[in-house]
């Protein structure tokens, strides 16, 4: 839970405002206590499969990447590419561990914007694929999974890349 607490934490603590910025602890306690009542679901092993749980999540993940990449989507069926090889992380620790935190926290501010965070978080994650489509292509089963679980430098400039256009 220190992915997802952390990034909060770290707002608070970083306030300019230091009569703010003395009550960052308790602040991000409640702001993780509210975010975890909305995502407590996908940490709850007999709702995987749920409607409610990250196995839902996974799902219309690939059902997108189905309906915006057939190519990619049989590739990764061909493959036996499950999503709970890459995407749990993703969508659990909602991108935490795959930015840094200047991006997590851009990332987390259109999340937390909108009353369909869970659909952005999908789209995100669809385009974090669809940015290694070349290379998922080509590629053997082990070197798509690593490509998928390692925060490789295509995901790492995504965001630098927007801020410096």
């Given at each position: 839970m220190n992915e997802i607490i952390g990034p909060i934490y770290y707002i608070f603590a970083s306030d300019a405002d230091i009569s703010w910025k003395k009550h960052a602890e308790c602040d991000a306690f409640f702001c993780f206590t509210n975010l975890m009542?909305?995502?407590?679901?996908?940490?709850?092993?007999?709702?995987?499969?749920?409607?409610?749980?990250?196995?839902?999540?996974?799902?219309?993940?690939?059902?997108?990447?189905?309906?915006?990449?057939?190519?990619?989507?049989?590739?990764?069926?061909?493959?036996?590419?499950?999503?709970?090889?890459?995407?749990?992380?993703?969508?659990?620790?909602?991108?935490?561990?795959?930015?840094?935190?200047?991006?997590?926290?851009?990332?987390?501010?259109s999340l937390f914007s909108g009353k369909k965070r869970f659909n952005l978080l999908i789209d995100i994650c669809l385009a974090m694929i669809v940015l290694l489509r070349d290379d998922l292509l080509v590629s053997d089963f082990s070197a798509n999974v690593k490509l998928l679980q390692v925060r490789t430098c295509q995901l790492k400039n995504v965001f630098s890349e927007t801020r410096n256009a």
């Open positions: 009542s909305e995502i407590r679901d996908n940490f709850i092993k007999t709702l995987d499969d749920s409607a409610m749980g990250i196995g839902n999540m996974m799902k219309q993940l690939m059902t997108r990447l189905e309906s915006e990449d057939i190519a990619l989507w049989q590739r990764f069926e061909k493959q036996d590419l499950k999503p709970q090889f890459y995407s749990f992380r993703w969508l659990t620790l909602m991108l935490s561990q795959e930015f840094p935190m200047p991006d997590v926290i851009r990332v987390w501010d």
